[in-house]
């Protein structure tokens, strides 16, 4: 039949979700740093939506994995303001790799900074959790890619979202 969808017996492709936050305090940007064989590779907090969570609820999740952050217990909560669509292939797979990345902002209040975790607490890496000026992390590999939101942040306030990002290829990213 013409039109109709996939049948019964075979699974739709998934769109995996990640949601992660850009995470502020004076000026400086909370990041988790990994050694990769290529360099440093910097990813803003977050991780995968699981099926039937939300996504607020995903990133709180996440937020206390990896941060041992209660986004609960802080007076705002994140905003979503950017989207990111992600179709890149990584080294050793020869497969594309998807992902649609939210990305939230989070200002968090100076009480709370000291209260998230010097190294990611859900990974068995552990790997170290560091706190960059704007400026800098605009600079540095990043996973997602969002240089130029880091970079337009130290010059006016984030507008209001959600914007769609450029997406992420093997033209504009590459894996460390």
Not at 34 to 44: A, H, I, K, T, V
Not at 152 to 170: F, H, K, Y
Request: aromatic share 4%; charged share 25%.
């Amino acid at each position: 039949m013409i039109g109709a969808g996939p049948a019964a017996d075979e699974a739709a492709p998934t769109l995996l979700v990640r949601t992660c936050a850009v995470i502020l305090h004076a000026q400086q940007v909370c990041l988790i740093r990994r050694e990769r064989p290529d360099g440093e590779q910097y990813s803003l907090p977050g991780g995968i939506l699981h099926p039937d969570e939300t996504v607020p609820a995903a990133l709180a999740r996440e937020l206390k994995e990896e941060l041992d952050l209660d986004v609960a217990a802080l007076p705002e909560q994140p905003d979503l303001r950017w989207v990111q669509d992600q179709l890149t292939t990584r080294p050793g797979r020869p497969e594309l790799f998807r992902r649609l990345h939210l990305v939230h902002l989070l200002h968090l209040p100076g009480h709370s900074r000291a209260t998230v975790a010097a190294a990611e607490q859900h990974a068995e890496d552990r790997a170290p959790v560091v706190w960059v000026s704007l400026t800098r992390a605009a600079r540095l590999h990043l996973y997602p890619a969002v240089a130029d939101v880091l970079t337009a942040l130290t010059r006016r306030p984030a507008l209001p979202g959600p914007v769609l990002l450029p997406p992420m290829t093997d033209r504009t990213y590459n894996w460390r």
